[in-house]
């Protein structure tokens, strides 16, 4: 693999196979060079693409959803065809469930870590409902 920035999954998925072959590198070797420069250029761009730490799991959602130029009608599909269960989960009345972030997860590719955040979650009209990501 040449080493050049990454821009897409697609590199992204190149530069880790590549960083899994040269695991065992010897320090200071050419190799071991090599990985520390992947090991960085990986770190950079999971940090731009997955801002995990500043974003609440909502916000990485809604991150996703930009980024990946997907809809509301695209997440109401993902998690069972409901708009209004899409609808409750955007604006923080339902919490995410272990199935919804196992979904986005592997449907999206957003890290798993990332869903799992405490959050608070509003009551829905009728029902005193005290929440976190699930």
């Known amino acids: 693999m040449e080493i050049r920035p990454i821009r897409t999954d697609d590199d992204h998925a190149e530069a ?23 090991a960085t250029l990986v770190d950079v761009y999971e940090t731009r693409r997955w801002p995990t730490a500043a974003l609440s799991p909502i916000e990485m959602i809604r991150h996703a959803m930009e980024d990946q130029g997907r809809t509301q009608q695209d997440l109401a599909a993902l998690l069972g065809g409901s708009r209004s269960r899409a609808s409750e989960v955007l604006s923080g009345r339902r919490p995410l469930s272990v199935w919804m972030i196992h979904a986005l997860h592997q449907a999206w590719g957003i890290p798993a870590e990332a869903l799992t955040a405490p959050y608070a979650v509003s009551p829905r009209p009728g029902k005193a409902r005290a929440g976190a990501a699930g």
């Open 16 to 38: 880790v196979r590549e960083i899994a072959r040269l695991w065992q590198a010897e320090a200071g070797s050419p190799d071991a060079d090599r990985l520390a420069v992947l």
